[in-house]
Nanobody, 130 residues
Framework: HVQLVESGGGSVQVGGSLRLSCEVS????????MAWFCQAPGKEREGVVT????????????YYFDSVKGRFTISRESGKNTVHLQMNSLKPEDTAMYYC????????????????????WGQGTQVTVS
């Protein structure tokens, strides 16, 4: 049984930083994709970043949504089943609920930032930038 638990959200001023974490329990697969999505009130859930990796901690590739390139960085913590999202230079439009997601496939092409491609989801953590 796979569970994803997010943490690290909060309120921050414009230009500030936050680090979100997603702790995974259970076995996703030997190769898998993990992603962060965000959803603002009244808007659809949209992909922020995806990391495609395996259970020996190899990172095959990452995908970033254009609006976060150069500001957000996804990483996985060595020795732990945890993925982090470092968010810098935050803007008011980054305000949203952020969700961690995972699936037991390596997603390529246009798939990595599509919510429907992911099987496992966390409960979300709120990020507010003002």
């Amino acid at each position: 049984h796979v569970q994803l638990v997010e943490s690290g959200g909060g309120s921050v001023q414009v230009g500030g930083s936050l680090r979100l974490s997603c702790e995974v329990s259970g076995y996703i697969g030997s190769r898998y994709s993990m992603a962060w999505f965000c959803q603002a009130p009244g808007k659809e859930r949209e992909g922020v970043v995806t990391i495609c990796t395996d259970d020996t901690e190899n990172i095959f590739y990452t995908y970033y949504f254009d609006s976060v390139k150069g500001r957000f960085t996804i990483s996985r913590e060595s020795g732990k089943n945890t993925v982090h999202l470092q968010m810098n230079s935050l803007k008011p439009e980054d305000t949203a609920m952020y969700y961690c997601a995972a699936t037991s496939r390596l997603l390529t092409g246009s798939l990595p930032l599509q919510a429907g491609q992911y099987k496992y989801w966390g409960q979300g953590t709120q990020v507010t930038v003002s």
